[in-house]
């Protein structure tokens, strides 16, 4: 903890510091650091946290000190995850099934994590990089888009990562962590969490939330601890207001669900009550009114629209949530953020300023991102499945195919990983 301090937050308490003593016009003179951080310093002390937590929980036996030394400088996790458990690493380094894999899957997973990250990443790079610097300069259509494709881009260029991972960590013989599981899928803030670094929110989950007392002290308490703990995974992400609001815009979003969905429980409860009591009425009298028959109708096909279009409502909603929190996520500060913010609803200046992209290809790669989205497991398990069942030649040829394309599609320069600056 004192490395990332020093690295990652020291240089953002001293300007805050500084911010203070300059508002009551106290003189100081505190040095500034230039220093470059670690790569992956952030998901290293995650790891190393982890380990002695559980140490210290007798839940994970002490190591030897090679086995530990492999666990805390795994390289393929080392940079940006995923967050591996250490009892499950234990298990696989020692395992001597080690490198029974499919080599199809790990294929799959190297394609994959190539057309993520140097084919779709590196295209939408070049939508977001000025947007998000000088928002005052873009129509709020092309803001919109904007926001739009760095949610698709973080998505893209991080799960790409993770597969890539994977991939390297099946061929040292330890099996894929799954990372992310179509998290715009969601149709919650909470069940995002659940598919989005899911290595990630475990952590939080066992080692944050939970010790701050979980659900296990009472509702208010069970929200403050939501609040404290996406407001800390938050930070953790980057020493910047920005970073904390997104944390703090998150916490609140999941209060809010835990709300909804607690009141909804009891709403359901007091209405398959009400229900009970009064349906052999509602029999009774629906077979003397042809009125009350028609309602029940009208009540059928109300319930039918609702179950069909409530799951594309939720997930709507929720994308559009996650979306605009990635707004203070991607900027440099705060104030930017609320620039981007506030062009993007101010419609009149579409009359002002013409739109700079080119809309059909990022749309093009917003379709081809969506189906990667809802169908990706399917896609990747026929892939590996006409790849299990051809000869080598086929697969060879297959395989050099997928390739080409990908490199084809690419650029000349891949932005870096996003995750590598955390």
Same mark, same amino acid.
């Given at each position: 903890?004192?490395?990332?301090?020093?690295?990652?937050?020291?240089?953002?308490?001293?300007?805050?510091?500084?911010?203070?003593?300059?508002?009551?016009?106290?003189?100081?003179?505190?040095?500034?650091?230039?220093?470059?951080?670690?790569?992956?310093?952030?998901?290293?002390?995650?790891?190393?946290?982890?380990?002695?937590?559980?140490?210290?929980?007798?839940?994970? &036996?002490?190591?030897?000190?090679?086995?530990?030394?492999?666990?805390?400088?795994?390289?393929?996790?080392?940079?940006?995850?995923?967050?591996?458990?250490?009892?499950?690493?234990?298990?696989?380094?020692?395992?001597e099934k080690k490198y029974n894999y499919q080599i199809e899957r790990v294929i799959i997973l190297i394609i994959s994590g190539l057309f993520k990250k140097y084919t779709l990443s590196s295209f939408l790079f070049n939508f977001i990089k000025v947007p998000f610097?000088?928002?005052?300069?873009?129509?709020?259509?092309?803001?919109?888009? &904007?926001?739009?494709?760095?949610?698709?881009?973080?998505?893209?260029?991080?799960?790409?990562?993770?597969?890539?991972?994977?991939?390297?960590?099946?061929?040292?013989?330890?099996?894929?962590?799954?990372?992310?599981?179509?998290?715009?899928?969601?149709?919650?803030?909470?069940?995002?969490?659940?598919?989005?670094?899911?290595?990630?929110?475990?952590?939080?989950?066992?080692?944050?939330?939970?010790?701050?007392?979980?659900?296990?002290?009472?509702?208010?308490?069970?929200?403050?601890?939501?609040?404290?703990?996406?407001?800390?995974?938050?930070?953790?992400?980057?020493?910047?207001?920005?970073?904390?609001?997104?944390?703090?815009?998150?916490?609140?979003? %999941?209060?809010?669900?835990?709300?909804?969905?607690?009141?909804?429980?009891?709403?359901?409860?007091?209405?398959?009550?009400?229900?009970?009591?009064?349906?052999?009425?509602?029999?009774?009298?629906?077979?003397?009114?042809?009125?009350?028959?028609?309602?029940?109708?009208?009540?059928?096909?109300?319930?039918?629209?609702?179950?069909?279009?409530?799951?594309?409502?939720?997930?709507?909603?929720?994308?559009?949530?996650?979306?605009l929190c990635w707004i203070f996520f991607n900027t440099s500060n705060w104030e930017t953020a609320l620039k981007f913010l506030q062009q993007m609803v101010n419609f009149s200046s579409n009359l002002e300023v013409r739109s700079q992209f080119n809309l059909w290809?990022?749309?093009?790669?917003?379709?081809?991102?969506?189906?990667?989205?809802?169908?990706?497991?399917?896609?990747?398990?026929? %892939?590996?499945?006409?790849? &299990?069942?051809?000869?080598?030649?086929?697969?060879?040829?297959?395989?050099?195919?997928?390739?080409?394309?990908?490199?084809?599609?690419g650029p000349n320069t891949v932005p870096p990983f996003v995750y590598f600056g955390f």
């Amino acid at each position: 903890m004192i490395y990332l301090g020093f690295f990652k937050y020291y240089n953002f308490f001293i300007d805050s510091l500084q911010e203070v003593l300059n508002t009551f016009k106290i003189s100081s003179e505190i040095p500034i650091l230039q220093v470059l951080i670690p790569v992956g310093i952030s998901f290293y002390t995650f790891r190393v946290i982890a380990h002695l937590i559980d140490c210290y929980k007798n839940q994970l &036996a002490c190591p030897k000190f090679l086995d530990y030394a492999v666990y805390i400088t795994y390289f393929p996790q080392i940079a940006s995850g995923p967050i591996a458990r250490a009892t499950e690493f234990y298990q696989q380094l020692n395992s001597e099934k080690k490198y029974n894999y499919q080599i199809e899957r790990v294929i799959i997973l190297i394609i994959s994590g190539l057309f993520k990250k140097y084919t779709l990443s590196s295209f939408l790079f070049n939508f977001i990089k000025v947007p998000f610097q000088l928002p005052e300069q873009y129509s709020s259509f092309d803001l919109i888009l &904007a926001a739009l494709a760095y949610s698709c881009y973080i998505y893209v260029d991080f799960s790409g990562y993770s597969d890539l991972a994977n991939a390297i960590s099946s061929l040292l013989g330890f099996p894929p962590v799954l990372n992310f599981n179509m998290p715009y899928c969601a149709q919650s803030l909470q069940e995002f969490w659940r598919r989005w670094h899911i290595s990630l929110s475990e952590w939080l989950r066992d080692y944050l939330y939970i010790s701050l007392g979980g659900s296990r002290k009472g509702n208010l308490r069970k929200h403050f601890n939501l609040l404290i703990t996406m407001v800390i995974g938050g930070f953790w992400h980057g020493a910047g207001v920005n970073f904390l609001i997104w944390g703090f815009l998150h916490g609140i979003g %999941l209060v809010f669900t835990h709300l909804v969905k607690d009141l909804m429980k009891n709403f359901q409860t007091k209405k398959q009550s009400y229900q009970s009591l009064t349906s052999s009425h509602i029999i009774v009298f629906s077979q003397r009114s042809q009125t009350q028959v028609w309602l029940n109708w009208c009540r059928f096909y109300f319930q039918q629209a609702v179950y069909i279009f409530k799951p594309i409502f939720a997930c709507a909603l929720t994308f559009s949530y996650v979306t605009l929190c990635w707004i203070f996520f991607n900027t440099s500060n705060w104030e930017t953020a609320l620039k981007f913010l506030q062009q993007m609803v101010n419609f009149s200046s579409n009359l002002e300023v013409r739109s700079q992209f080119n809309l059909w290809q990022l749309y093009i790669t917003f379709a081809i991102i969506f189906m990667m989205n809802f169908h990706g497991d399917k896609i990747s398990i026929y %892939l590996q499945n006409i790849l &299990a069942k051809r000869n080598f030649i086929v697969q060879a040829i297959l395989t050099s195919t997928l390739l080409y394309i990908v490199f084809r599609l690419g650029p000349n320069t891949v932005p870096p990983f996003v995750y590598f600056g955390f």
